[in-house]
């Protein structure tokens, strides 16, 4: 890379709080320049994978931000093999989209085999993991998306972890002030993961009105949101998917 240039990155985007954290670190370097976003998207439920949210509020984010989206398309009850085939797929495609990228960045906080992880399977592509976050305390990150305005809500909930009762909950001070000891204020071991409608770089915010709670199995539970209907138009129904996201234990180290 041309040291009179600034750094072309993709973000690894999940629509939740971590992600819209790193975005809002990572941006404000003044030798960066975001060109895209990066999600998984579970085939045929359209829908986040991991955090089960309708793709139509994925791209209301993707608006909000004024960033490109690329999808990593991957089928339910994925395989860390077809993960990986389905990631660097979509990194040429964006690759292509996009002309010069430099890296990926990353909002995983301190577990070390997901950044290993991700590390190794960039390798050889010519693109650098980022993680502007790791290593931060993640009751200091918790703080600062509260402090800087960050409204996002719990939409997926690990019960062996975390009791089902917060599923739905905004997360807010209250929700930090409730977690049983040992539950990281940030969920990065997969207690909990969240939708933003508001952070920093957002141009609106991203309305929505909460849905049906659903267990799928005997792990998780997820919160339906259901994306704002324009004037006019009736809202959008649940539907018997609702919920409806690739396993956390299937894949582990998806975006976050």
Known sequence: MSSDRRRRLLVSWSGGKDSALALAAIAAEPDVAIVGLLTS??????????????????????????????EILIEPECTNEAYEVAFLDATKRACVRYGDVDGIVFGDLFLEDVRRYRERLLAGTGLAAVFPLWGEPTDVLADRCLSSGIEARLVC????????????????????????????????R???????????????????????????????????????????????????????????????????
């Open 157 to 188: 909930v690990d019960t062996t972890q975390l009791p089902g009762s917060f599923i739905g909950r905004a997360y807010d001070r209250a929700l930090l002030a409730d977690l049983p000891p040992g539950v990281d204020p940030c969920g990065e």
């Open 41 to 70: 998207v579970t085939i045929g439920y359209d829908r986040v994978s991991i955090h089960g949210v309708r793709r139509q509020l994925l791209e209301a984010q993707a608006e909000a931000l004024r960033l490109p989206l690329t």
């Open 190 to 256: 997969g207690e909990f993961h969240t939708f933003v409608s508001w952070a920093a770089g957002f141009d609106d915010r991203v309305t929505y009105s909460v849905g049906e709670v659903v267990s799928r199995g005997d792990r998780f539970v997820y919160c339906d949101l259901l994306p704002a209907a324009p004037k006019g138009v009736r809202p959008v129904a649940p539907h018997p998917e609702a919920g409806e996201a690739t396993p956390p234990s299937a894949v582990v180290p998806l975006p976050r």
